[in-house]
């Protein structure tokens, strides 16, 4: 049967959800792809009439739009506008339709095309916001400035409780030589946001325009210090430096601009081979890889997402968007996408080891102890790893086997020193102080220069009743470095000093430890 016959068909098939049950691997694949839509829209049309109240609950057209809505995240433009022209010709006032054709031209760079739509979407509704301001951005991008300072006034007068309205309009004012236009703009959105690096940046270049060389830095540090990763924080902030005289700095914050650009060169690039058609999920997760090293965890997320919407079966991306949600302390979510990866890659260390720590951090013992021990089924953990875990599973109360895999892999490698002051930590933490004091020892007797561990064991020794030894171990530690590791938890009694000692040297948390 041809895709138009199936199209013809299901309009008139009763009922509502076997019809839509015939359609929907119509509307689900790229074939017959203008008879699939027309087909969607004939059916809501007949369904509205004959039953308001299913149709309201199982619209067809839906399928179309979660396939666009795919497309346009997976960045495949070329698709979505086929998919999004099919449905303009079915029904040509749809809402938001021409606003995201407008969107996928001006991604591929044809902002003539973009403007004609969102133009076409500002007719249907005069008050669209979504419409003015890419409007503004397409003119922006085209380099009619003039145009676009229109869009953006016009984007502040809809929404002027919207920062980001201020900074398109001030960014533009600027640019046209407008000083006066673009402080205005850049105040009012500070107003409202007063965190926003991008609106100080702003504001800063305003200032040094005007020869404010001093407000310009104060502003560009205050840029600076919300977003150390804001390349033009950075650049305008050197740059201001050095004309202040302050040279060797600004050269450094100059050289943190250039390390900022390679990134974002290399980012796209990645980005550039993720477009190119035909691209694999490895191509979107090597984004979401240079993303993540950027500490940029929300759009790494996506990315990773997007990489599992292209291959379903490349475990990599499940296991990234577990790390992801982990860091977030999404603990219990994390469990399905590290699952999914552990199907796809069962013989995958990291995967068991990560599945292991998830479920210490849930506090499920049983399921963590088993899940450790299907990791060292793979291989034996290393240093950092047996650290790791003993100090993870010691805080989620599981201490006697966090203890356990330490004091074995001490039993194998025995000059460890930061193994031995782990453990010395860990065992005071338990209350078993005298243990720790003979780990604390061999950890200064194999690393003499690591002052820090001379501090913990006279903590240890005053614990211990040990007063005179305690003394004698402090007088053994150069002053400098006395005061450098000891000074701040004078104040604190033993065991509040240890718990600060602890937190800041493990990352752990004394309170949740048994």
């Known amino acids: 049967m041809s895709m138009l016959k199936l199209a013809t068909e299901t309009t008139v098939m009763r009922p509502v959800r076997s019809a839509l049950k015939r359609l929907r691997p119509v509307l689900d694949g790229a074939v017959g792809l203008t008879a ?33 809505d795919s497309l346009m995240q997976l960045r495949q433009f070329d698709e979505s506008i086929r998919y999004l022209t099919a449905m303009a010709a079915a029904n040509p006032n749809m809402r938001l339709l021409h ?79 407008h000083a006066k236009c673009a402080d205005e703009a850049f105040e009012a959105g500070l107003a409202l946001n007063p965190q926003s690096a991008d609106l100080l940046v702003g504001k800063g270049r305003v200032q040094m325009a005007e020869n404010d060389l001093e407000g310009a830095r104060k502003t560009f540090s205050q840029a600076f210090m919300l977003d150390a990763s804001n390349a033009d924080a950075n650049y305008n902030l050197g740059q201001v430096l050095i004309r202040l005289g302050d040279v060797e700095q600004g050269k450094r914050v100059l050289e943190q ?58 475990w990599p991306a499940h296991h990234r968007i577990a790390f992801v949600m982990t860091r977030k302390g999404q603990y219990d979510k994390a469990l399905r996408p590290l699952l999914a990866a552990q199907r796809l890659a ?105 002052q820090h561990y001379r501090v913990v064991h006279s903590m240890a020794l005053a614990a211990l009743g040990k007063k005179n030894a305690a003394e004698d171990a402090l007088k053994a530690i150069p002053e400098d470095a006395l005061q450098r590791h000891y000074a701040k938890y004078r104040s604190l009694t033993g065991a509040a000093a240890l718990s600060q000692i602890a937190s800041e040297s493990l990352g752990i948390n004394l309170a949740g430890s048994s």
Not at 39 to 54: K, W
Not at 106 to 124: M, P, Q, S, V
Not at 273 to 278: E, F, I, K, N, P
């Open 346 to 450: 069962p013989e995958s260390f990291d995967v068991r080891y990560d599945l292991a720590k998830n479920y210490a951090l849930l506090r499920q013992t049983e399921e963590a102890k088993q899940w450790l021990e299907s990791a060292l089924e793979v291989r034996s953990l290393d240093a950092a790893e047996s650290r790791f875990i003993a100090e993870l599973f010691v805080r989620t109360g599981i201490t006697e086997y966090g203890m356990q895999v330490l004091s074995d892999w001490l039993e194998e490698n025995p000059e460890d020193h930061e193994s031995h002051f782990v453990m010395g930590l860990l065992l005071h933490l338990t209350s078993d102080v005298a243990g720790a004091g003979g780990h604390y020892t061999r950890a200064i007797l194999l690393s003499p220069e690591t």
């Open 36 to 68: 699939a839509v027309v087909a969607a829209a004939l059916l809501s049309s007949a369904c509205r009439a004959q039953d308001q109240q299913t149709i309201r609950a199982v619209n067809p057209s839906t399928v179309v739009v979660q396939k666009i």
């Open 257 to 314: 601009f250039r390390k900022l650009s390679e990134q974002e060169d290399e980012l796209d690039y990645l980005r550039q081979s993720r477009d190119v058609a035909g691209a694999g999920a490895e191509n979107t997760f090597a984004v979401g890889e240079a993303l993540l090293n950027q500490g940029r965890y929300d759009e790494a997320m996506q990315e990773y997402q997007n990489a599992v919407a292209v291959d379903s079966t490349f």
């Open 99 to 177: 606003l995201n054709l407008g969107y996928a031209y001006g991604n591929k760079g044809d902002h003539e095309a973009a403007i004609t739509h969102f133009k076409k979407e500002l007719e249907r509704d005069p008050n669209s916001w979504q419409a003015v301001s890419l409007l503004g951005q397409a003119y922006e991008a085209k380099g009619d400035l003039e145009q676009a300072r229109e869009y953006f006034g016009t984007w502040r007068e809809i929404q002027p409780e919207r920062w980001e309205s201020h900074y398109h309009e001030g960014k533009v004012c600027f640019e046209l030589g």
